[in-house]
């Protein structure tokens, strides 16, 4: 129950921006984080960009063993970007272009074991590294871009502190004119919903637990 408690707190802080397309590279990004420091010193948010590509064929080359993939194109902090479960090894960090990050399955379909860390996939014309092993619904494979021109269609924002995270963002968009199609997922919010509704089963248990011992206690003082 402890554990459940943290995975949401740790995982659910982010303000998710989905655009229609893939609109806006690092370096825009870091254009508009150093105006954002300068006009809202304090209150500037960390963020990582990504994209999602369906059917994308990784390749284990020394088993000739192929399997199709969603590949998440990552710029900043991987953690943000999907909730992970690590079962086996690290998650890969922003400077690491030459690692990778696959789920059990995936890892199970190229190299017969869940835990092939260390091992080297090839996507495209690139070799990557196994740094982690993850559980997911779905088969998926984590890469850092290394090119400060590649687009991106997902922001995650985080910001510190308990601030209204939706107005932030919905405020950062038009003051750094990005868009007019676009969608604010506010993952801090919900992470707090989900974080207090899993709280209540034990407060409810509890209060369920005390109301069944007084209507029990009640019933014997009025038997005649």
């Known amino acids: 129950m402890i554990y459940y408690g943290r995975y949401i707190k740790e995982h659910y802080q982010s303000v998710s921006i989905r655009f229609k397309k893939a609109m806006i590279s690092e370096e825009e990004l870091s254009t508009v984080l150093k105006y954002e420091e300068i006009k809202h010193w304090g209150n500037t ?7 999602c590509l369906e059917e994308q064929t990784i390749t284990n080359k020394e088993l000739s063993l192929s399997y199709k993939v969603y590949l998440i194109e990552v710029y900043g902090d991987v953690k ?40 080297c996939i090839s996507y495209g014309n690139e070799y990557f590294y196994v740094r982690g092993i993850i559980r997911s619904p779905k088969p998926i494979f984590f890469r850092q871009i290394h090119d400060k021109k590649h687009t991106y269609s997902n922001l995650e924002l985080v910001y510190g502190g308990d601030v209204d995270g939706y107005e932030l963002a919905k405020g ?53």
Not at 45 to 51: E, K, M
């Open 45 to 51: 948010p960390s963020i990582s960009a990504w994209n």
């Open 80 to 119: 943000w970007v999907y909730p992970m479960e690590l079962t086996a090894g690290n998650l890969i960090n922003p400077n690491d272009y030459k690692g990778c990050i696959i789920d059990r399955e995936t890892a199970y379909q190229l190299f017969g074991t869940v835990d092939p860390i260390g091992n």
């Open 172 to 224: 950062f968009i038009m003051q750094n004119n990005l868009t007019d199609s676009y969608i604010i997922i506010d993952g801090s919010f919900y992470g707090k919903v989900f974080n207090s509704l899993y709280k209540v089963p034990g407060w409810f248990l509890c209060f369920y637990v005390l109301y069944q011992i007084l209507r029990a206690i009640w019933k014997r003082r009025t038997i005649p």
